[in-house]
């Protein structure tokens, strides 16, 4: 076949090298050249056909193979996700006694989903942009354009942004780790020092919650340098009972304990008094009044119900006995 192109008054001599304008020719390209021994066709297919064609592979192989692994580890991403929630919220589900949320399993699946979602999103997220920007790259790079203005102007890009938002990127952290770390939910009753109420809603940039006098707050997450929950597997409701200071301290604390024993025992009570109540005894000395502390486990976020309830409950004990409640001295 050679011989036979060799001897064609079109054919010309020379080599792939030259023909294919490469010092290193494709296999395509060499292939070409020993079928038509043209040097003019050669560097034709070279010039308009063979880097074109691998060029359009290249191009079409790396977005596949990003596609391919953008796709399994969001896959990936949502399955450790929903598991890491699950596993959290099954485990703290058992110490709630069913009572957080007044038992509405509505409320519990809420702050679930709504923790696996924001913490898959983002972390999807981050991930496309990894992997699709590296194809980008690559992509740039397959078809002969410099790519270290680019990156030279990405780069002081990047650092002026980071500048210019730092206070959003500390929150978005912020939110992050706090939703990583399982801080508080849906639900909670926190205080974060500037405002304590019930969360209501959580981001990575913000956290709304509203208060007992109905009062939204919206507290950027990078803002909150420490949090109190007072919604994370049990609570104590702590009463300082002050009575005159000649009252008879152990006829006191018999009829704390009985009054608080009744109520531990009431049907409507036993679910939120996780333990067996405890009066510790003289808690201070105040003036004309002596201060006798009383305290009970509870459920999360049901300190203020037992407490008053059982406030009620001292009081009318103490009406029958004819204890005399004092007020304590200010110190």
């Known amino acids: 076949m050679s011989l036979v192109l060799g001897l064609l008054p079109w054919a010309e001599k020379g080599t792939p090298e030259v023909a294919c304008k490469d010092d290193t020719p494709t296999t395509a390209c060499r292939l070409v050249w020993n079928i038509s021994r043209d040097t003019g066709f050669t560097s034709f297919y070279a010039t308009w056909l063979d880097k074109p064609i691998a060029t359009a592979l290249m191009i079409i192989l790396t977005f596949v193979v990003a596609l391919i692994v953008k796709n399994v580890v969001h896959r990936a991403i949502t399955r450790v996700t929903l598991r890491m929630a699950e596993g959290t919220m099954s485990e703290r589900v058992k110490e709630r006694?069913?009572?957080?949320?007044?038992?509405?399993?509505?409320?519990?699946?809420?702050?679930?989903?709504?923790?696996?979602?924001?913490?898959?999103?983002?972390?999807?997220?981050?991930?496309?942009?990894?992997?699709?920007?590296?194809?980008?790259?690559?992509?740039?790079?397959?078809?002969?354009?410099?790519?270290?203005?680019?990156?030279?102007?990405?780069?002081?890009?990047?650092?002026?942004?980071?500048f210019g938002a730092q206070n959003i990127v500390k929150d978005f952290l912020a939110g992050l780790f706090m939703l990583l770390e399982d801080q508080y939910g849906v639900g909670d009753i926190i205080d974060v020092g500037s405002a304590k109420g019930t969360v209501e809603a959580v981001t990575l940039r913000v956290t709304r919650m509203r208060d007992v006098n109905g009062v939204v707050w919206y507290v950027p997450n990078g803002e909150i340098k420490k949090v109190g929950n007072e919604s994370q597997n049990w609570g104590r409701a702590v009463l300082d009972i002050p009575v005159d200071i000649h009252e008879d301290t152990e006829k006191v604390k018999d009829l704390l304990q009985a009054a608080a024993d009744e109520m531990a025992a009431s049907p409507d009570w036993d679910d939120l008094i996780l333990e067996k109540p405890s009066v510790w005894g003289v808690q201070a000395l105040a003036g004309d009044a002596i201060v006798i502390r009383v305290v009970l486990k509870t459920a999360p976020g049901k300190q203020g119900d037992v407490a008053r309830e059982l406030r009620e409950r001292v009081k009318r004990a103490f009406d029958e006995a004819g204890v005399s409640v004092a007020t304590p001295a200010a110190t």
């Open 97 to 162: 006694s069913r009572t957080v949320f007044d038992g509405s399993p509505a409320l519990l699946n809420q702050r679930r989903a709504q923790r696996a979602k924001t913490l898959g999103s983002v972390l999807r997220s981050i991930s496309s942009i990894i992997i699709m920007g590296t194809a980008a790259f690559t992509i740039l790079g397959s078809l002969g354009l410099n790519l270290a203005p680019i990156l030279a102007s990405a780069s002081v890009i990047g650092v002026a942004v980071g």
